[in-house]
C-alpha cells in the first residue's frame, strides 16, 4: 500500500466546501486515492474524507496540516488528518474468551490489521501463552468488586504507557467506569454479541433463545456511560433455528462477533467512522 | 403436486413415538413425502411432522385420523392430520399500504401461495380496485376509537362467513381487541416493520434510523395480546448505511416486509410452524 | 423529492479533476445533494457522479451543459447531465412469465420506480390483461424461427415510437439480433436466472441442480452480443439445499430476480451506473 | 455433549424403512436425539440419519452394527454407525497461506471442532512455528514436478502413519494425483476461492475482478479426479463492488474461505455429508 494522509472533515453544510477542500487538495499536487462525501440533510451537516497519495504532495503532514487550518475555520470544520504510516496504536482488553482475541492478534500478525496491537491486558490469566507467542505484552490486572477503581486505574496507566490509541474490549465482560468513557470518547470500541438494541445487557444468546428470534447477530459500537447505547460502528447477523441450543447459538455468534468486530476496527483504523451525535458515518470501501 | 397428508404431532418426548408413528404409517402402506422431527432436550418435548401420499394409503382422510386417535391418546399427542387437497382459507386485513397486500395476491393468483385467498377487510377502501381485479370479495371496514368494538365484531363476523381459517395482518396498522386474539390464538399473523424484539410498537423505521442501527428487518409472528411479543415464525433484514433516510429505510424494508410476510404465511399454510410456549418449531423445506 | 441534476462524468484520471468541478459547481452555486467518486488504478480511470438541487443552480439545465462543455472538453471526459424531472422512459420486453414483470409494474404504479413505464412488448399475449390493468400499453409481437427479423423490426419500430430510453427483458426469453445489441449498447438490461458466470445459457435452475450447489442467484446485466457475457449490474443469491426439487428452485429465484432486476434498473434510471469496458461503476446510495 | 451414535443410511426409498428402523432402535431402548430424512423423488433415493444416545442403549457400538446388519442387508442400505466417542482423525493440507490452516488449528484448541487434527503435511515450511504451538506435527513434504510421485508417496504414507480419517486442503494449492483422488474419494475435501462453478482452475480473484461479478464466494467440497467438479458440501458469498482490488477481494476473501471450509468439515466429521452420485445430502442442524 502507498503511503497516504486521511483528510477527514465534519461541518455544517454549505456551498462551496468541496470546491475549496478539492482547490486545495489540486494546488498542493494532491492525487486522490478515495473521496467520500455524505450530507445529513435532516441535521444540515456536511462529512467528507479523503485518501491522498502523500508522495503526490508538495508540503509534509506539518505543511499541509499548516495551510489547510485556515480553510478548516473558515467552514468551522471538526477535522483531523492522519498518516497511514503512523498506525494507530490498539491496546486489547480481554477476558477468558479468546475468539475475538486470537482473531485480532492473528489479522495484526499476517499483517492484515492497519494498526498496531500495542498491548493486551486482561482481567484473567488464561490468554498470556496465545498471546506472548505473537510477541505482544500482556498485563493480567484482576478486576473484583473490591478492586474495581484501582484495577481501571492501573489499565488506564497502561494505556498510556503504550501509547495506545485505541482500546478494544474484545469480549472483556467489564464495565468501565463511567469518567473512563467520557475520557476515552470515540476511543473504547466494544462487540456486543447481540443484533442491538436487542437484547442489553447480560447473556444475549440466553434472551435470544428465550424470545425465539430466527437470526442472531453482533454488533460493534464505541463505548458511552450508557451500556450498550454508544454509536454502532457495524452489525451482521447468522441465521438459527428451533434446533439450535444456546451453546449452538454461541458457536454460531462467535464467528459473527470476530467478524463484525474486526470489520468495525478496520473502519476506525482507517479513519472511516465520523461520530455525529449518537450516530456514525462509515466510509467503508 | 400430488395430493399429501400431512400429520403434525407433539408431545412429551420419550422413547418409541417415532417407532410407533411410523410403524403406522407403514402398516397403512403410506409413502413418506417428508419426515421431521425435532426434539426439545430443555423441555423434554417431541415434535413431528411427517407430509405422506394420500394415494399410498389404504385408508381416507377420516378412517386415517379415527386409527391413529389410539396412539396419539397413548402418548398425550397434540396433533393433527390436513389435507392439502383442502388448502387452508386466509382472510387478508389491510389498511392504505399495498405492498404486503399486493404481493400475496399475486402469489396467490400465479398458483404460489399453497393457500385460498378468501377475502379482504380493509380499514381503507384505497386498495379496493386492486383487490377487485383478483375478483377477490373486498370489504370496507372502517375502524374509529369509537367504532373499534363494532368494527371488530363485523370483522370476525366476515371472517367466519368466509369460513376463513387464518388472518393474516398485511401492514393492518390496528391493534386488535384482546378478546379476539385470545379467540384466535394461533391463528392471526402479523408482519412487523422491525427486527424484533428491537424496535416494538410505532414507527420503527423512525426508531431505527434514531438508533443508527447498520441493518433493518422484519418479523412474521402470531398475535397474542402483548403487542408485536407473540411467537416468531420468520425474520430477516437488510443492510443500510448513514446514506440511507427514513424514507430509504421504508423502500428497502418493504421488500423485506413482504418477503418475510409470505415465507412465513407459507409455512403456516402447509403446517410447518408448530407453537410451543412463545417459541416455534419451524420444519422448513 | 427534490429536482436534481445529475452529473456523470469518466475520464483518464489526473490531479485537479475534482477541484475544477466542484470549482465549477460552486460558482454556479450549486448545492451538492450526494457525490461519489471512483479511480481506477489499474486503467487510471476516473469516475465521478454528482446529483445537484435544481433549484440551487444559477442556470438552467442547457445553460449548465453548455458551460460544463468547455472544462469537459479540456479532461476528455464521456459525461452527460440528466434531470431528475426527465425520467427516463422503459420499454419492458416480457414472454409468459409475469413474476418480474409483474413487480416492476407494482413499483412503477406505486410511485417506487424513478422512470416511466412506457410501454410492453410481449412474445405471447398472456399478460396482456394484468398489463392493462395499469393503463400501460400492451403489444403482442410473437417471434418465431421465421418471423424473427420481421419481429425484432416490429418491436424497434415500438420502441422508437413510444420514446423509450431502456430496454428492460423482463424474462423475455428471446436472444436480441447482434445488431440490436450494437444500436442499443448500454440501453438494454436483462435478468439471468443464475449467478452469472455460472450457468450461462439455458435452463440454470436445471444445471443448478445437476451441479448441487448450495446457493442459487440471478444477475442483472447489460446486454451485449455475447450471450450472457455483458457488464454486470447487480446479483444476489438465495440459500438452498438437497431438499430443494427444481421446482423448488424456480420458486425461491424467482424473489431474487425480481429484486435483483428492481435493484438493478434503479441505479440504471437514477444514473448510477458507468459502464466501462465489460465491467461497471455502480455508485449506489 | 452426550455420547451418541450415528446412524447413517442410504437406499432404495420403499415403504417401510422408517417403520423397520425406528422400530429396530426403540426395541433396542435407544433415545433419539435427532433424526432426518430425505427422499430424492426424482432418483427414488432414500437418506437417513439418527444420533441416538448411546447410553440408552442395550448394545455396545459392535452388538448394535451385529443387529443392524440385517437390517441393512434386506434394504441394501448403504450404511454405517460411527461412535461421537471416536472422533474423526483429520490430516491437514498446507502450503503458504496461513489462514484456513489457523483457522481449523485455533478451533480444533477450543474444543470446536468435533474431530482430532492428527498431523499438518505442508509443502512449504512457513507454517512450522505455528503449527508446532500446538503440539501438533507439522511434516515439510516439499513438492516440485519433478518430485511429485514421490512427494505425495510420502504425504499418503504419513496420512496412513497418522492413521487419518480425513484429508483437509487447507489451500495446499497442489493438485493430489488421480489415483489418490480415487484412493480417498468420500475422504479429501477441497476448500476453493471461489463460487464453484464459476472461475475453476487457478486465480479465482483474478477472474472475478476480471468479469465484474458484486458478489464473490467460496466452495468447500469433496476432491474428485476432475479439477474443482467434486460434490459441493457448503458455499457462501461476500458483497463486493467496482472500489475493491483484488486484494481487498482475497482480504475479504479469505473470510469466506475459511468459514465456509469450517462449516463443511465439521459437517463431514459429524457424518452429516451423505454423497450421492456427485451431489451431497448435508443435514445440517
Not at 184 to 212: T, W
Request: proline content about 4%; glycine content about 6%.
Amino acid at each position: 500500500m502507498s503511503r497516504v494522509f486521511r483528510l477527514i472533515i465534519s461541518c455544517p453544510d454549505q456551498v462551496g466546501i468541496v470546491a475549496t477542500v478539492a482547490g486545495f487538495i489540486a494546488d498542493e499536487g494532491g492525487s486522490i486515492v478515495e473521496a467520500n462525501h455524505h450530507t445529513d440533510a435532516m441535521n444540515k451537516w456536511f462529512f467528507m474524507r479523503h485518501e491522498i497519495l502523500a508522495g503526490s504532495l508538495n508540503d509534509d503532514l506539518e505543511g499541509f496540516k499548516t495551510k489547510f487550518a485556515a480553510i478548516a475555520e473558515r467552514f468551522q470544520m471538526d477535522w483531523q488528518v492522519t498518516d497511514s504510516a503512523q498506525p494507530k496504536r490498539i491496546a486489547l482488553f480481554a477476558s477468558k474468551e479468546s475468539h475475538c482475541l486470537a482473531d485480532l492478534l492473528y489479522r495484526w500478525h499476517e499483517g492484515d490489521l492497519p494498526g498496531e496491537v500495542a498491548c493486551v491486558i486482561a482481567n484473567h490469566d488464561d490468554l498470556r501463552r496465545m498471546v506472548e507467542w505473537y510477541d505482544i505484552p500482556f498485563h493480567h490486572v484482576p478486576v473484583t468488586p473490591d478492586t474495581k477503581p484501582e484495577a481501571f486505574a492501573k489499565s488506564q496507566e497502561l494505556v498510556a504507557r503504550y501509547d495506545a490509541d485505541v482500546i478494544v474490549l474484545a469480549r472483556y465482560m467489564q464495565i468501565l467506569p463511567p469518567q473512563m468513557c467520557v475520557d476515552y470518547a470515540g476511543k473504547v470500541i466494544n462487540i456486543h454479541h447481540s443484533f442491538l438494541p436487542s437484547f442489553v445487557g447480560a447473556k444475549p444468546y440466553h434472551q435470544a433463545y428465550e424470545r425465539g428470534v430466527k437470526l442472531i447477530g453482533a454488533t460493534c459500537h464505541y463505548v458511552t456511560e450508557e451500556l450498550d447505547a454508544g454509536p454502532i460502528i457495524e452489525q451482521d447477523v447468522i441465521r438459527v433455528s428451533h434446533s439450535h441450543s444456546i451453546d449452538d447459538m454461541r458457536r454460531l455468534g462467535r464467528d459473527v462477533e470476530k467478524t463484525v468486530l474486526s470489520r468495525g476496527l478496520r473502519y476506525h483504523l482507517e479513519d472511516r467512522v465520523l461520530i455525529h451525535g449518537n450516530k456514525t458515518v462509515v466510509f467503508s470501501a
